[in-house]
């Protein structure tokens, strides 16, 4: 199949770029034996035959069928593993500065806790594994590099050793039998299955009472086709390559009290919930009912400060300066901290976090 459309789409390709080919090899950079073995040179001569072509989309589309069909290779912003998993290149990056990144953003993590503390808050913090980090087996030939070796397991020793509480998700995912099912193939994000666990295991290490539970249930939904947020980087591959993910939708709701009405503080929305999420994409995104999973879990109404759009350092700050944290003091903060953005640069999130690069 893949050589079929290699040959039927070159030849579409080469008549309508037939015109255009003077100006093109004119302006690309002239090949070597080494680019062409590697797959650097393609890049360069798409962006020129792009610029040139008047179809673009299905040259793009073309050079990324063409990629992955040669070289098992995507745009940069995904790579790819065997078994259909696909991986953001994120959490293989080591950017500069590293180092310094991650002891600032722990000493940041301290902050906040002090922050909190002096309005009687406490902080808990849901560390989430790296995807490479869950699915070595699926990784291909691929490497995770030696500067993200242990970076979870420094994160979660730095926490401890500064008494804030951690949820420890990496242990308890990777070892359940249910681990295939915690994290999207296509997409860098958890499933929903994976935001259930995430709760759970939060539940279980964290010590919270509230003066009143609530009793909340989840009813299942649909199952949806979900468009990873890793396969636009490969335009032009096929489901028969790369199979879709499907994702079972979830919703979670209060129970009726035992007189049949929803309690009065509740309905009136006088009471303020003891306990605010503050986090990214994982916690934002409604598909994967991770805050519905949460008010399940520790039987409280949340107040949902995450963002889908940012990096959760920014998120926090964004927390922090708000009204609502004056309005509606809780008891205590979750915050969802994935961990690649243990190296990154907060004032960067924007740019580069997942919640805008591929999502995410």
């Not at 080469?14 to 680019?35: C, H, L, Q, R």
């Amino acid at each position: 199949m893949t050589g079929i459309f290699l040959i039927a789409f070159m030849v579409v390709t080469a008549a309508m770029a037939f015109y255009y080919m003077p100006e093109v090899v004119k302006e690309s950079e002239n090949p070597t034996i080494d680019g062409l073995m590697r797959g650097s040179w393609a890049p360069g001569f798409e962006k020129t035959l792009n610029e040139t072509l008047p179809a673009s989309d299905p040259s793009k589309n073309f050079w990324g069928r063409s990629e992955y069909a040669l070289f098992g290779q995507g745009r940069k912003g995904v790579v790819v593993g065997s078994d259909g998993w696909l991986f953001t290149d994120e959490e293989f990056e080591c950017p500069k500065q590293a180092q310094e990144r991650v002891k600032e953003n722990f000493s940041y993590i301290e902050e906040v806790r002090t922050a909190l503390k002096k309005k009687k808050i406490a902080l808990a913090v849901i560390l989430v594994p790296a995807k490479v980090r869950l699915y070595a087996e699926h990784l291909g030939d691929n490497k995770v590099p030696a500067c993200r070796d242990g970076l979870y397991s420094l994160t979660m020793l730095h926490l401890k050793d500064k008494d804030i509480k951690a949820v420890d998700l990496l242990s308890a995912m990777a070892v359940s039998p249910d681990k295939e099912s915690y994290f999207l193939k296509t997409d860098t994000h958890w499933t929903p299955e994976g935001a259930r666990k995430a709760a759970q295991k939060a539940a279980e290490t964290i010590a919270f009472s509230a003066e009143t539970r609530k009793a909340y249930a989840t009813q299942e939904g649909e199952k949806i086709k979900h468009d990873g947020d890793l396969k636009r980087y490969l335009p032009g591959v096929s489901e028969e390559d790369i199979a879709a993910d499907y994702l079972q939708a979830y919703e979670t709701q209060e129970q009726d009290s035992e007189d049949g009405e929803a309690s009065a503080m509740s309905l009136f929305g006088d009471d303020i919930p003891p306990m605010t999420l503050v986090g990214t994409s994982y916690s934002a995104n409604p598909a994967w009912n991770f805050l519905g999973f949460l008010k399940q879990a520790f039987g409280v109404d949340i107040l949902d400060m995450s963002d889908e759009g940012r990096g959760p350092f920014t998120v926090m700050e964004k927390y922090l300066e708000s009204d609502a944290i004056e309005n509606t003091p809780p008891q205590m903060v979750i915050w969802e901290i994935p961990e690649r953005y243990i190296t990154s640069d907060p004032g960067m999130e924007n740019k580069s976090s997942n919640n805008s690069h591929h999502a995410h």
